[in-house]
């Protein structure tokens, strides 16, 4: 699973800071932008979608989410529901 790296960038539209940021990157790492640079329920549903729901295609296996809220809202819960995947 590929490093997940989160910027802080005001505003939601992709900007030219945030393409020229991302190509100093190996295509490897997962490079994201949000207002407070803090992993939050959007970042999470985000990584889901694009990293996670690709590796368990792989083979089932462990799932730990910490106890912060955004792990266990409705919204991510049901996501990871959706692609039979379990976690704890």
């Not at 020229?20 to 490897?28: A, I, L």
């Not at 407070?36 to 329920?41: D, G, I, L, R, W």
């Not at 889901?48 to 729901?53: E, F, G, T």
Request: net charge neutral; aromatic share 10%.
């Amino acid at each position: 699973m590929k490093p997940h790296i989160i910027f802080r960038e005001k505003g939601s539209k992709t900007t030219h800071i945030q393409h020229q940021e991302k190509t100093q990157y190996d295509s490897r790492v997962y490079v994201s932008f949000n207002d407070t640079a803090y992993c939050n329920e959007a970042t999470t549903l985000s990584w889901i979608n694009h990293d996670l729901i690709a590796a368990f295609q792989q083979g089932p296996g462990p799932l730990a989410l910490g106890v912060v809220s955004f792990h266990t809202s409705p919204e991510v819960k049901a996501l990871l529901k959706s692609h039979d995947i379990t976690y704890s």
